[in-house]
């Protein structure tokens, strides 16, 4: 099988699986599939950090636990949790990662890259929980930011690639390609307020600053994957890598979208 037919065949596959449990799982269950994602993603997050097997293997089961089991251990006291979760990783997305970026931090340390592990994917996890529990067009419509975006920003690099985004990050990138998903979420900010009734300006702004954290996402996995010396986070996913090289603008941009969201819900 060529390169591109196993990357689309893996494409489809995930998606055969991914949007009916988006439109019809209940909470449940749900909630035992992204703790799986979870652990899953920890363990790529550990070999990338160059933790010790054993140590790798402990660290994906404790956050994959810690995400299955901490709503029904906090009860009543899980929605402020959560709401912690996602304001630190506010923090994280719009202070620590652009400095990490331009600094060039590399932070071998054990107890950090454990540390930024759990900022990157716990909120990640309470997001497409909240998400979810908004409704399925709330999620797909999140999520549709992202798949838009990395998709026009493929081909209008590809075709019109000339200057380079970050080139000691991710040479591939280009703002030429920034600029393409810029205005193919244009378009789709355009058809949402259309179908949605929702002001146009405010939804463009919204959608805009959402890039910009999903652009963050996917250069903050690229700088670690580059320090750690590894092309994919892993090889679960054949033509893809690994899982969190495939939710590396989610982790940034779910918790960003969830906290607006939270925002939005106590300005009303």
Same mark, same amino acid.
């Given at each position: 099988m060529t390169p591109t037919a196993s990357r689309v065949t893996t494409a489809v596959l995930m998606l055969a699986v991914f949007v009916p449990a988006v439109l019809w799982a209940p909470a449940w269950l749900w909630a035992i599939l992204m703790a799986g994602v979870v652990g899953m993603a920890a363990w790529e997050w550990a070999r990338l950090s160059h933790f010790p097997p054993l140590a790798a293997r402990i660290y994906a089961v404790l956050l994959a636990v810690c995400a299955f089991a901490l709503p029904h251990i906090l009860g009543a006291d899980w929605p402020v949790f959560r709401t912690s979760l996602i304001l630190l990783a506010v923090a994280f997305w719009l202070v620590v990662a652009p400095m990490w970026l331009l600094g060039r931090w590399q932070a071998p340390q054990p107890a950090v890259r454990a540390s930024v /592990? *759990? @900022? &990157?994917l716990l909120p990640t996890w309470a997001a497409l929980l909240y998400l979810h529990a908004r409704g399925p067009a709330v999620l797909l419509g999140v999520m549709a930011i992202v798949w838009i975006a990395d998709t026009a920003a493929y081909f209008a690099g590809r075709h019109f690639g000339r200057h380079k985004l970050a080139p000691a990050i991710s040479p591939g990138k280009t703002w030429e390609g920034v600029a393409g998903a810029l205005v193919a979420l244009a378009l789709?900010? =355009? =058809? *949402? /307020? !259309? &179908? =949605?009734?929702?002001? %146009? %300006?405010? !939804?463009? @702004?919204?959608? =805009? /600053? &959402? !890039?910009? @954290?999903s652009v963050l996402g996917d250069l903050f996995e690229s700088w670690i994957k580059r320090v750690s010396g590894m092309k994919d986070s892993g090889d679960v996913l054949p033509g893809h890598g690994g899982v969190l090289d495939r939710i590396d603008a989610l982790t940034s941009t779910l918790p960003i979208a969830t906290g607006l969201l939270l925002w939005l819900e106590r300005s009303v």
């Open positions: /592990g *759990v @900022v &990157l789709y900010a =355009a =058809a *949402v /307020g !259309l &179908l =949605a009734g929702m002001p %146009l %300006l405010s !939804l463009f @702004v919204m959608i =805009a /600053g &959402l !890039l910009y @954290v």
